[in-house]
């Protein structure tokens, strides 16, 4: 079955600097793969998705996540954090095992520090 | 509707009554799925309706929660003899197919008191 890990449930960053979040994957099978972000008092909002193709996904915000099939990972970055992006983020796999369920990682806030 | 649209926005309820919380989804999406979202636990799967299908039910915490979807629309969550843990954040999500990725709604914050 599929699983998604997030390392680090919390992450601060200063304004200005890159953003780093990590996200593993196990799958048997190819997998799709999903950022999610979640801005205070506020629904989940589909932030990138890798399925095929292109390995290097850009998403919203200036965002983007590379699927590294080698390292079942896919992290999410940004060249340079603003105060806008703390939220918390969630990285999840759909599995396609079980008739595409999207598995979610436990998530990770983001705290940008000025 | 042009988004998912979950009523209510927030329920209080005491400890023992039963609640429903509903999800109208995004017109045409044939995948609707429910998850819990509590504080430090993260995104919890319960249940899943895809089309004609069988629902997978897999992820339902006991047997008072139950989830119907009728007609291939609205769906309808429905926990029974509330219980505290039940206070959560619960979300409805529709995608026209489930590789594409979900559309959620703004959730249903119930409190159990």
């Known amino acids: 079955a599929q699983s998604v890990t997030q390392l680090g449930s919390h992450v601060s960053v200063s304004e200005g600097a890159l953003v780093l979040l990590r996200c593993n994957y196990s799958?048997?099978?190819?997998?799709?793969l999903f950022w999610y972000v979640q801005y205070p008092n506020q629904g989940l909002q589909l932030l990138l998705k890798?399925?095929?193709?292109?390995?290097l996904v850009k998403g919203i915000n200036g965002f983007e996540a590379e699927f590294k099939k080698s390292e079942t990972s896919f992290h999410l970055t940004k060249p340079s954090a603003h105060m806008s992006d703390a939220a918390e983020y969630f990285c999840?796999?759909?599995?396609?095992?079980?008739?595409?369920?999207?598995?979610f990682g436990k998530g990770t806030r983001l705290h940008i520090l000025p | 509707g042009a988004g998912v649209s979950q009523s209510p926005s927030n329920k209080v309820t005491e400890k023992g009554k039963d609640v429903e919380l509903r999800c109208d989804p995004i017109?045409?999406?044939?995948?609707l799925y429910w998850y819990r979202q509590s504080l430090g636990q993260g995104l919890e799967f319960l249940i899943y309706?895809?089309?004609?299908?069988?629902?997978?039910k897999s992820g339902l915490p006991s047997d008072r929660f139950s989830a119907e979807r009728t007609g291939g629309s609205v769906s309808t969550l429905t926990i029974q003899r509330t219980q505290q843990e039940d206070s959560a954040v619960y979300l409805c999500?529709?995608?026209?197919?489930?590789?594409?990725?979900?559309?959620f709604g703004s959730g249903t914050r119930l409190t159990v008191v």
């Open positions: 999500a529709s995608s026209p197919q489930g590789t594409y990725g979900y559309t």
């Open positions: 799958s048997s099978v190819p997998p799709y």
């Open positions: 890798y399925t095929t193709g292109a390995t």
């Open positions: 999840a796999v759909s599995d396609r095992e079980r008739d595409d369920k999207i598995i």
């Open positions: 017109s045409g999406h044939t995948a």
């Open positions: 309706f895809q089309g004609n299908s069988a629902p997978d």
